[in-house]
């Protein structure tokens, strides 16, 4: 007979806090304002007394950490726990001095405490205000700083997959084929740089800021072949200027086309004739909840962003799974390496050994389409090539 699930178990308590979390997330109310239901007080409330297991604690897990600017929850929960992706088990657990475990601010002390086998994570006393600074981690070097709008720090290292939230794009349709096309330059230019005049023909639909694409590329599933999507080359952005149309010629027995006015505003390769015009979407840069996924998910990378052969720590790689198999932005996921094939030379007859599939990552799902998604590699011991696999952790 199956047991009754209760609100006390260390998995149910994960998620049901990481998705209040992320449903706040999702939510236009300012953070501080973020409505908290009574199931979601009473679950922090349960691991506010339970702590998190000090088998869960990582190796070498400092006594405290004053948070720098530059930090992400990633990183400090790299520190104190063996999985950084379950933090809201130990950040979500003491409501009266964290508020919310997802705005941790520069300045701030958290400080572990071990009680019997459970630890917890509390602010403590910062440095300088008459605090034991001792114990103090700071994490170094530091390439770039960054915080949120509202000076929290953010999950992740935004400055990584930023530009990707723009510029990596995957059409479920080969729709750039039909898309506006420049079809002309000013003075007959061949490419087009930052500033510069394009002429453009096609159906803009009333939007007046542009993406510009090259090579529509499809993307083939690593197992079956079908093609999940077409990820296009991004080469700018381009600025409506002034619209086109029909024009009479100068006999008024003939009307003549005249291209739409554009101005390439951004430029990351130069553009040239036939490049295709895309609408801008709306900047998405909210706090990234890391989560394991709720249910079982497996599948394998299809490229390396870039068109690199192979990938290591924080590139981005292409996943053969979207929306409509389950994943969703914020999941991490396990990356595998498949055992390889290998007689074995110390029996005569040389039978074949597969050896064991090893485990050589992690990556973080930041952008998902219907059937493929981009991922974030934030640990990596081998270089990972297309067709290695990932799988829940």
Request: hydrophobic residues 40%; charged residues 20%.
């Amino acid at each position: 007979m199956s047991r009754p699930q209760s609100h006390s178990h260390p998995r149910l308590r994960l998620s049901l806090w990481v998705g209040a979390a992320i449903a706040a997330l999702c939510s236009p109310v300012p953070a501080a304002n973020w409505p908290v239901t009574t199931e979601q007080r009473d679950t922090a409330n349960q691991v506010a007394q339970a702590g998190v297991p000090l088998s869960e604690l990582a190796p070498n897990a400092p006594d405290s950490h004053t948070v720098v600017r530059g930090d992400t929850l990633w990183d400090i929960s790299k520190l104190f726990l063996r999985s950084p992706w379950r933090w809201p088990e130990l950040w979500g657990m003491n409501l009266d001095q964290i508020k919310n475990p997802h705005l941790i601010y520069p300045g701030q002390m958290l400080s572990l405490v071990k009680v019997g086998d459970r630890a917890m994570l509390r602010v403590a006393q910062p440095v300088g205000t008459g605090g034991d600074a001792g114990n103090t981690v700071k994490m170094s070097p530091r390439v770039r700083t960054e915080t949120l709008d509202n000076g929290a720090i953010p999950a992740i290292p935004l400055h990584l997959i930023g530009p990707f939230l723009n510029e990596a794009v995957v059409f479920s349709t080969n729709e750039l084929a039909t898309a506006p096309r420049i079809v002309a330059s000013q003075e007959g230019r061949v490419l087009l740089s930052r500033g510069e005049t394009a002429y453009v023909r096609g159906d803009l639909k009333g939007n007046r800021d542009f993406r510009v694409f090259r090579d529509s590329t499809p993307l083939a599933d690593p197992d079956t072949g079908e093609v999940l999507g077409y990820e296009a080359r991004y080469v700018g952005t381009a600025e409506f200027v002034r619209d086109g149309g029909l024009q009479a010629s100068l006999d008024d027995k003939s009307a003549q086309i005249v291209p739409a006015t554009f101005k390439m505003t951004s430029i990351r390769q130069e553009a040239g004739i036939g490049d295709r015009l895309a609408p801008v979407p709306q900047s998405d840069y909210a706090a990234y909840v890391p989560h394991a996924p709720a249910q079982a998910i497996k599948g394998r990378i299809i490229s390396i962003y870039g068109e690199a052969i192979s990938a290591g720590q924080n590139q981005i790689i292409t996943l053969n799974r979207g929306a409509k198999d389950g994943l969703e932005r914020g999941h991490v996921m396990a990356l595998w390496r498949d055992g390889t094939l290998r007689p074995d030379t110390t029996d005569p007859s040389r039978p074949l050994m597969k050896l064991p599939d090893e485990r050589i990552g992690t990556l973080f799902v930041f952008r998902v389409f219907d059937r493929v998604s981009y991922a974030l590699i934030m640990q990596s011991e081998d270089p990972v090539k297309p067709g290695d696999r990932f799988t829940q952790p």
